[in-house]
């Protein structure tokens, strides 16, 4: 079964490649940083209030990122596979999304690790931030945005790790050929 997490710090190309793979696998790519920026974009009451932390590179607060991820996972698209991109992001999200899929029925079937280096993240988050305009883009921000994945996310690789989930892929050279090492990982 196809529900699976994809994990990696900011500018490893998390997006890019969940996108790909869940076309691949026909199944719904579940982003929460651009649910966030529709909302902000709508300038929806959950877009407000998520603005400020976005825009600061923090973290939403997991009240509010819970809820909206507990519905996105109950809709009918969501039912027979996912790929979840971007969350969880700390250890309470994770045992928030256990429970989530537990009154699904479900269970997260592979993580998706992707790696690359510090200075390569950097220059391809300012790359973006050029090209993009994203509000959460500046040098500042993007600095404090790998320190909050160091700080915050990557301490909770060990609880996926030791349930024997965790597939590592190295996120460095061609889109393409990052996608077709993520689909054979996928098949171990
Ligand atoms: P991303 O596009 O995944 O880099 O997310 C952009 C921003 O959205 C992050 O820097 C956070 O401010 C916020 N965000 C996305 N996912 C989460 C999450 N699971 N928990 C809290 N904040 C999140």
């Not at 590179?57 to 109950?74: E, F, K, Y």
Request: no cysteine; charged share 30%; glycine share 8%.
């Amino acid at each position: 079964m196809n529900r699976l997490l994809i994990i990696g710090p900011p500018g490893a190309g998390k997006g890019t490649q969940a996108a790909r793979i869940a076309d691949k696998l026909n199944i719904p790519a579940i982003s929460t940083g651009d649910i966030f920026r529709k909302n902000i974009k709508e300038e929806t009451p959950l877009g407000k209030e998520a603005k400020s932390y976005i825009d600061a590179g923090n973290l939403v607060p997991d009240s509010v990122t819970n809820n909206m991820v507990r519905a996105r996972l109950a809709e009918e698209d969501a039912r027979d596979g996912f790929l979840l991109d971007g969350y969880p992001r700390n250890t309470a999200q994770v045992a928030e999304l256990d429970e989530i899929l537990k009154e699904l029925g479900q269970e997260i079937d592979q993580v998706l690790l992707l790696i690359a280096d510090n200075d390569e993240l950097v220059e391809r988050l300012l790359g973006r931030a050029a090209e993009q305009g994203r509000t959460d883009d500046t040098e500042e921000v993007i600095r404090h945005r790998l320190k909050v994945y160091e700080e915050q996310t990557a301490p909770l690789l060990s609880v996926y790790r030791e349930r024997a989930l965790i597939q590592e892929v190295d996120g460095l050279g061609e889109i393409d050929d990052v996608t077709t090492r993520i689909l054979e990982a996928l098949k171990k």
